[in-house]
Nanobody, 122 residues
Protein backbone atom coordinates (compact mmCIF):
# COMPACT_ATOMS: atom_id res chain seq x y z
CA UNK A 1 0.00 0.00 0.00
CA UNK A 2 1.29 3.44 -0.91
CA UNK A 3 0.06 6.53 0.91
CA UNK A 4 0.14 10.15 -0.20
CA UNK A 5 -0.71 12.86 2.34
CA UNK A 6 -1.68 16.37 1.32
CA UNK A 7 -3.52 19.45 2.51
CA UNK A 8 -1.09 20.98 4.96
CA UNK A 9 -0.34 24.67 5.05
CA UNK A 10 -0.20 27.83 7.13
CA UNK A 11 -3.32 28.86 9.03
CA UNK A 12 -4.11 31.27 11.83
CA UNK A 13 -5.16 30.03 15.24
CA UNK A 14 -8.86 29.25 15.25
CA UNK A 15 -8.83 28.34 11.58
CA UNK A 16 -9.43 25.05 9.81
CA UNK A 17 -7.63 22.71 7.44
CA UNK A 18 -8.51 19.38 5.89
CA UNK A 19 -5.81 16.81 5.31
CA UNK A 20 -6.19 14.00 2.81
CA UNK A 21 -4.41 10.66 2.54
CA UNK A 22 -4.80 8.84 -0.76
CA UNK A 23 -4.08 5.12 -0.72
CA UNK A 24 -3.08 3.00 -3.69
CA UNK A 25 -1.99 -0.57 -4.23
CA UNK A 26 -3.35 -3.41 -2.10
CA UNK A 27 -5.92 -1.26 -0.33
CA UNK A 28 -8.24 -4.24 0.16
CA UNK A 29 -5.69 -5.58 2.66
CA UNK A 30 -6.01 -2.58 4.98
CA UNK A 31 -7.63 -2.98 8.37
CA UNK A 32 -7.07 0.47 9.80
CA UNK A 33 -5.63 3.86 9.04
CA UNK A 34 -4.37 6.56 11.28
CA UNK A 35 -3.03 10.08 11.51
CA UNK A 36 0.07 10.86 13.53
CA UNK A 37 2.00 14.08 13.95
CA UNK A 38 5.47 15.15 14.93
CA UNK A 39 5.80 18.62 16.42
CA UNK A 40 9.16 20.37 16.03
CA UNK A 41 11.73 18.77 18.32
CA UNK A 42 9.29 16.21 19.70
CA UNK A 43 8.37 12.59 19.27
CA UNK A 44 5.76 11.38 16.83
CA UNK A 45 2.34 11.19 18.49
CA UNK A 46 -1.02 9.66 17.76
CA UNK A 47 -3.81 11.91 16.48
CA UNK A 48 -6.69 9.74 15.25
CA UNK A 49 -7.48 6.35 13.76
CA UNK A 50 -10.31 4.75 11.80
CA UNK A 51 -11.22 1.26 10.72
CA UNK A 52 -11.24 0.83 6.96
CA UNK A 53 -14.59 -0.96 7.32
CA UNK A 54 -17.13 -0.01 9.91
CA UNK A 55 -17.43 3.18 11.92
CA UNK A 56 -14.88 2.71 14.66
CA UNK A 57 -12.76 5.80 15.34
CA UNK A 58 -10.45 6.96 18.11
CA UNK A 59 -8.81 10.29 18.95
CA UNK A 60 -6.07 11.67 21.09
CA UNK A 61 -7.46 13.67 24.00
CA UNK A 62 -5.72 16.78 22.70
CA UNK A 63 -7.80 16.84 19.51
CA UNK A 64 -11.15 15.45 20.64
CA UNK A 65 -13.99 17.76 19.70
CA UNK A 66 -11.82 19.67 17.22
CA UNK A 67 -10.62 17.07 14.71
CA UNK A 68 -12.69 14.56 12.76
CA UNK A 69 -11.31 11.54 10.95
CA UNK A 70 -13.25 10.05 8.06
CA UNK A 71 -12.74 7.99 4.97
CA UNK A 72 -14.16 7.50 1.50
CA UNK A 73 -13.66 3.87 0.56
CA UNK A 74 -14.71 4.46 -3.05
CA UNK A 75 -11.88 6.97 -3.42
CA UNK A 76 -9.44 5.05 -1.18
CA UNK A 77 -8.92 8.25 0.74
CA UNK A 78 -8.83 9.14 4.42
CA UNK A 79 -9.38 12.66 5.71
CA UNK A 80 -8.64 14.66 8.82
CA UNK A 81 -10.83 17.72 9.28
CA UNK A 82 -9.06 20.03 11.72
CA UNK A 83 -11.07 22.86 13.27
CA UNK A 84 -10.27 25.40 15.98
CA UNK A 85 -6.58 24.93 15.30
CA UNK A 86 -4.08 25.96 17.96
CA UNK A 87 -0.40 26.85 17.68
CA UNK A 88 0.38 23.59 19.51
CA UNK A 89 -1.13 21.69 16.58
CA UNK A 90 1.86 22.77 14.48
CA UNK A 91 3.56 19.61 13.26
CA UNK A 92 4.30 17.39 10.32
CA UNK A 93 1.25 15.18 9.92
CA UNK A 94 1.65 11.62 8.69
CA UNK A 95 -0.91 9.09 7.58
CA UNK A 96 -0.38 5.39 8.09
CA UNK A 97 -2.12 2.12 7.35
CA UNK A 98 -2.08 -1.33 8.87
CA UNK A 99 -3.19 -4.71 7.56
CA UNK A 100 -4.26 -5.88 11.01
CA UNK A 101 -4.43 -3.00 13.51
CA UNK A 102 -6.35 0.17 14.24
CA UNK A 103 -5.13 2.17 17.19
CA UNK A 104 -2.60 4.47 18.80
CA UNK A 105 0.62 2.50 18.53
CA UNK A 106 2.69 3.72 15.56
CA UNK A 107 4.80 0.55 15.68
CA UNK A 108 1.79 -1.47 14.54
CA UNK A 109 1.37 0.39 11.26
CA UNK A 110 2.91 -1.09 8.14
CA UNK A 111 2.84 1.79 5.69
CA UNK A 112 3.47 5.51 6.05
CA UNK A 113 2.91 8.53 3.86
CA UNK A 114 5.53 11.21 3.39
CA UNK A 115 4.04 13.80 5.77
CA UNK A 116 2.48 17.19 5.26
CA UNK A 117 3.38 20.27 7.30
CA UNK A 118 0.72 22.14 9.25
CA UNK A 119 1.74 25.47 10.75
CA UNK A 120 -0.66 27.34 13.01
CA UNK A 121 0.25 30.94 13.76
CA UNK A 122 -0.89 32.74 16.89
Amino acid sequence: VQLQASGGGLVQAGGSLRLSCAASGRTFSMDGMGWFRQPPGKEREFVAAIRWSGDSTSYADSVKGRFTISRDNAKNTMYLQMNMLKPEDTAVYYCASSAWYTGEDPRSYDNWGQGTLVTVSS
